[in-house]
């Protein structure tokens, strides 16, 4: 018997043979694909004359139990852009605050530019456009990881012309700007709906902001109807050249059930 | 003996596999509730702990002190989550030292958060952060299995929540007294009990107010009428 | 400066016989030398401003600031060495982001100071480094308001949290100054720089107690552009550009964030202040006159 200490504690070679190396081996696959806990279901939204419109229902699924529900899903980055998220929440949550820590240097920034210096601040400032495109090499370079951020993200705000831009990026990092999107459940059953109103910019930029808000409270009525996941509580935030303004206890309206009264059985039953 | 290939080599040369370890693991199939109120903030729990259908402790205590009134319910696996309350009442009393102040209950709930996020894919804990401190009084956190962080009014956790959700809504009461409040746990949870084969034993609780952390014991076998503690 | 040539100056981490290190004593001639700096603290903020001495007419106007952003919340000025004050500015940024990472909120003004406190002391210990050539002045406003866990979502009760301790105040503005050796102290009023004596002669005739009857914010920002202007000797001086911040709480006119002063607000304290001093002249030269 092997009475070297190195062998202590081990099974011995003699009796069970010698010793598997190829466990030593610990260059095996990484698995760090994790899947969603806590999430969110669709986000919505649609560009009109002079900005965005932006919303999602304040609901963190567990699974089918729905399990909080007063989670805010818009998250307003420098009073200028607004993000929605669904998917997880844990990470929508790191992203909330790398991007608040993201806008903490851009403070850093401005306090550099002299005052007067509008143009300077304009084309330093980080607008919708810049943060879409920050958020998609972020989400593109943790898929690539296979660690990916767990989530469908749409960006509202103004680019850098300062026209309306609305664009979405998922968790493998690929990314669409259209005139309205939708993420989840939303691009089935709003996205038909909202490009009945605004098929291209042009159409969009037609529109006015009461029909846009409109427009969106509609989907968001259908999403309720026909999404599991969903609930009638929602946050709808409008964002122009002027500012964000957010709402985030919204209550669905004007809903359609009176209608059942005249459902009975499933065919022939009339009564 | 099948051993699989998953699992790293620890340094004494032992083949580990990580998944089977975990496979046979205690775990705490639950019941646990943190409820706010007027004075403060109220921690209750069943003390069943179980690998699979066997009970292994019908006495636990689920209830971890992470400061002087900052507390946590703890669910999932009892390895895990003992270590990550003990990393976070080490973090705590690390930043009394040396910021000369008392954590608040956010604090705690910053750390278990990154602590349960950044090793999301290694950990099953899903706890409630609770506590009381002078600036913001009684509150209340949850940390489901992601890792995200939710403030709540109250929160129910564990394998035994699913069964009480309908139940707590409908009696949960904002501002209640404390004996109404210790009523409403104790309800909750023989109820929790009462549906939840992972869920018994005896009713613990923790009232955390300005004087302090106080202790609750109610047993099975005198149909947790009597205080016990 | 009878310590020359005995030695003891030449190096950090070597104290002179009499207990003094002629490094650091050293290093507040430079901040003596600087562009004055101030920091007024009362009841509703904190305001910073600097004269920023004019070094060359080839430099851009209003460029080139001289009061940096910490975080949301804080603000530094410094006078002295600029380059030492970007670096403590770099420094005191990455503390704030460390502690935001580690606690998940913001830091407040009195930990920020203390860790820069630290930072500066431990540049007096070494022989392999100086110690900062500047004297900073940390402003703050630490939020009244209960501070969430950055990022999370959810409320609790719509009542309100049941058993807070009545009667505490929490947060509020704060005002500190670090010197060259990493002594702080919190201040009403602080003032550092080639004009120093004067501005704290000036400091100390404010009501800075934050009660009722004390200086509003806005009086501060006009006294603040009033005393950098008392303490620049126009004679002796170059000529100086007046940089002001200000910081409020969450209901005043900055939301809590620490922000410039605005262009019209400041040019209306700098009339102001310009009007006041010529007044005094004219009062003196009156006297000269009366004594004749």
């Known amino acids: 018997m092997d009475h070297r200490p190195q062998a202590w504690g081990r099974p011995r070679d003699d009796v069970y043979g010698a010793y598997d190396a190829s466990y030593l081996h610990d260059s095996g696959p990484k698995t760090a694909t994790q899947s969603p806990v806590v999430t969110g279901t669709s986000v919505i939204g649609i560009k009109f004359k002079d900005g965005v419109v932006i919303a999602a229902d304040n609901l963190a699924s567990y699974g089918s139990l729905a399990r909080f529900n007063n989670v805010k899903r818009l998250r307003t980055f420098l009073n200028s852009s607004v993000i929605g998220f669904g998917g997880d929440v844990s990470d929508m949550q790191y992203l909330d605050r790398l991007l608040s820590e993201l806008a903490i240097d851009e403070t850093y920034e401005t306090d550099d530019t002299p005052e007067d210096d509008e143009e300077t601040t304009k084309k330093t400032h980080l607008n919708a456009a810049n943060l879409h495109k920050y958020l998609q090499k972020l989400l593109y370079q943790r898929r690539s990881k296979f660690d990916p951020l767990w989530n469908q993200i749409l960006v509202a705000g103004t680019d850098g012309e300062g026209k309306p831009f609305l664009a979405s990026v998922d968790l493998r990092g690929t990314a669409f700007s259209s005139a309205s999107l939708a993420t989840g459940f939303g691009s089935a059953l709003a996205q038909p709906i909202m490009r009945r109103y605004a098929e291209t910019d042009e159409q969009a930029a037609k529109l006015t902001r009461e029909e846009a808000v409109a427009v969106v409270k509609e989907c968001m009525k259908v999403l309720f109807y026909r999404d599991a996941r969903s609930l009638d509580r929602y946050s709808i935030a409008v964002v122009t050249k002027a500012g964000v303004e957010l709402a985030e206890e919204e209550q669905l309206e004007k809903q359609s059930w009176a209608f059942a009264e005249r459902i009975r059985g499933y065919g022939t039953q009339n009564v | ?229 | ?292």
């Open chain 2, 1 to 229: 003996m099948e051993f699989g290939n998953s699992g790293s080599l620890s340094e004494d040369g032992i083949h580990l596999d990580m998944d089977r370890l975990k496979k046979g693991e205690v775990n705490l199939g639950t019941s646990i509730m943190a409820v706010t109120f007027k004075d403060g903030v109220i921690l209750g729990a069943d003390s069943r702990t179980t690998t699979g259908a066997y009970i292994a402790n019908r006495v636990t205590d689920k209830l971890t002190q992470v400061h002087d009134t900052i507390w946590c319910c703890r669910s999932g696996s009892a390895a895990d989550t003992q270590a990550v309350a003990d990393i976070v009442q080490y973090q705590l009393g690390l930043f009394h030292m040396m910021n000369g102040k008392l954590p608040t209950t956010q604090t705690a709930a910053a750390i278990f958060q990154e602590v349960c996020y950044a090793n999301k894919d290694r950990l099953s804990a899903g706890l409630i952060i609770a506590g009381w401190d002078e600036r913001h009084g009684g509150q209340v956190y949850s940390i489901p299995l992601g890792g995200s962080l939710h403030k709540q009014s109250y929160a129910i956790g564990g394998s035994g929540s699913t069964y009480i959700y309908g139940y707590c809504d409908a009696n949960w009461k904002e501002g209640m007294e404390e004996a109404d409040a210790v009523n409403f746990v104790k309800e909750s949870l023989k109820e929790a009990i009462r549906w939840d084969g992972s869920s018994g034993g005896v009713i613990r609780m923790v009232v955390l107010t300005a004087k302090g952390a106080d202790r609750h014991l109610y047993l099975p076998d005198t149909d947790y009428k009597v205080r016990h503690q």
């Open chain 3, 1 to 292: 400066m009878t310590s020359i040539g005995t030695g003891y100056d030449l190096a950090n981490s070597i104290f002179s016989p009499d207990g003094r290190n002629f490094q650091v004593e050293y290093a507040m001639k430079a901040v003596e030398n600087g562009g004055t700096s101030i920091g007024i603290r009362c009841k509703e903020g904190v305001v910073l401003a600097v004269e920023k001495v004019i070094t060359s007419k080839l430099l851009k106007h209003g460029a080139n600031k001289r009061i940096a952003t910490v975080d949301r919340h804080l603000g530094v000025v410094y006078s002295g060495m600029v380059p030492d004050g970007r670096h403590f500015v770099e420094r005191a940024r990455d503390e704030a982001r460390d502690w935001r990472d580690a606690f998940k909120t913001p830091i407040s003004t009195a930990d920020l100071a203390k860790r820069m406190g630290g930072y500066m002391q431990a540049y007096t210990l070494y022989q392999s480094v100086r110690p900062f050539g500047i004297t900073a002045i940390v402003g703050g406003y630490d939020s009244e308001l209960e501070s969430p866990v950055d990022g999370e979502v959810g409320s609790g009760p719509s009542c309100g949290a049941g058993g807070k301790v009545a009667g505490k105040k929490h947060g509020g503005p704060f005002l500190y100054m670090i010197e060259p050796s990493g002594l702080y102290w919190g201040y009403y009023g602080a003032a550092t720089g080639k004009g120093r004596q004067a501005a704290k002669a000036e400091l100390e005739k404010l009501d800075l107690s934050g009660d009722e009857n004390g200086l509003t914010l806005e009086q501060a920002v006009k006294e603040a552009a009033r005393i950098i202007h008392v303490a620049h000797d126009d004679n002796k001086d170059k000529e100086f550009e007046l940089e002001m911040s200000w910081i409020s709480g969450h209901d005043g006119p900055t939301k809590g964030l620490h922000q410039e002063v605005p262009k019209a607000l400041r040019e209306e304290a700098e009339r102001l202040a310009k009007k006041i001093l010529e007044g005094e002249e004219d009062e003196e030269e009156e006297k000269d006159k009366m004594e004749e």
